[in-house]
């Protein structure tokens, strides 16, 4: 008999008892029901297996009459996602890969994202100051941004949602 061999073998055996623990509580901690960020009173659920979510908002602030129509795809074969107002958030499934978003006023701006399974992301749309009319600008964002601007936030109208983004029974069959 080998004495490394067992040594070894003794040495692994030891070393997945000791890790199973923390790859338990690893695991649990992806199998979470929801994926709010830390210290947000906005629940967001966790995605379906199979695809990933981007989560849009525009907090308060310049253009408040003004809305933020989210596309996705390209001009000429475009799907609304949803019209943000000023306040409110949606929530978007999206299949894994790249994805392109859109808005556009007076002039377009556009936002690619990777989107991976089991993933939540977050965009935060904003209104800058145009000629004629307020611009429309998307940029990534984090869950800590998220949060820290969340307060007051609300969802978009079911009826200023479109393909993909999760409505109020959905959210609340999530709960």
């Known amino acids: 008999m080998n004495f490394n061999r067992v040594a070894k073998t003794g040495l692994l055996a030891a070393a997945m008892i000791i890790a199973a623990p923390a790859f338990a509580d690893h695991h649990m901690e992806e199998a979470k029901a929801d994926h709010t960020p830390e210290g947000s009173a906005i629940f967001v659920p966790a995605p379906p ?13 310049m253009g408040m009459a003004m809305g933020c129509t989210v596309n996705q795809g390209t001009a000429d074969d475009k799907t609304k996602i949803t019209s943000l107002g000023n ?3 949606a929530i978007v499934l999206a299949d894994p ?16 994202l990777l989107v991976e399974e089991g993933e939540t ?9 145009g000629l004629m009319a307020g611009r429309p600008d998307l940029s990534p964002s984090t869950a800590a941004e998220f949060v820290e601007k969340s307060d007051g936030l609300k969802p978009v109208d079911d009826e200023d949602l479109g393909e993909g983004a999760l409505r109020a029974a959905d959210i609340k069959a999530a709960k």
């Open 97 to 112: 890969g790249k994805q392109d978003y859109w808005v556009k006023s007076e002039k377009k701006d556009a936002l690619t």
């Open 87 to 89: 306040g409110k958030y």
């Open 121 to 129: 992301q977050f965009v935060r749309c904003k209104i800058k100051m």
């Open 49 to 61: 297996a199979g695809k990933g979510q981007i989560v849009f908002f525009r907090p308060g602030g």
